[in-house]
């Protein structure tokens, strides 16, 4: 084996400068790399944000008007009052089943409520989502006290509902501290 020829100072001079730009080209492209790197978070920043959204939700649960959707099989009876709904809880009685919101809580079985689903007129389905829905009143009380917790419940009933079925209802909402009903009815034209 021959051994490499020696350089000569110019050479040498030449080589060394590329292995300079080399290494420099390398550091500027770690230093690029590195920037566009996320060293750390600012949670601050984050926090202020998640608590302007929160304020803003708060805000409009409070200020929202009573949405009260009924079902085409609800025919409620008719009256002339001037008062408006409030948003409180509201159960839906059909000739087929009752509503907590727009969820299904008991599918009734010839208008009646099954003998399995209530107990001392304590309906069993109805009872379960009733204190879901207290729950979730009570803790938006403890957030915002503007928003307080009224123990009102809204009634929509078929005017053809038997009164022993309504009373069965409300007896169940009086056992999850909604004690102030509403009844909902449809406005009678003015001539």
Known sequence: ???????????????????????????????????????????????????????????????????ITASEDVRPPVSSTRATPKDTVAITITPKNILVGDREVVR????????????????????????????KLKYIEERNPAAPFTHELSVIADKMVPYDLLLTVLYTAGENELLNYRFIVLQRDSE
């Open 1 to 67: 084996m021959s051994e490499p020829a020696p350089l000569s100072a110019e050479e040498a001079d030449q080589l060394a400068r590329m292995r300079y730009r080399r290494a420099l080209t390398r550091k500027k492209r770690k230093e690029r790399e590195a920037a566009s790197e996320v060293k750390e978070l600012n949670i601050t920043a984050m926090m202020d944000m998640m608590t302007i959204i929160l304020v803003f939700l708060l805000k409009s649960f409070a200020s929202s008007s009573a949405a």
């Open 108 to 135: 009734l079985i010839n208008g009646r409520i099954p003998e399995t689903e209530v107990k001392d007129r304590l309906v069993f389905g109805l009872d379960a989502q009733l204190k879901k829905e207290v729950a």
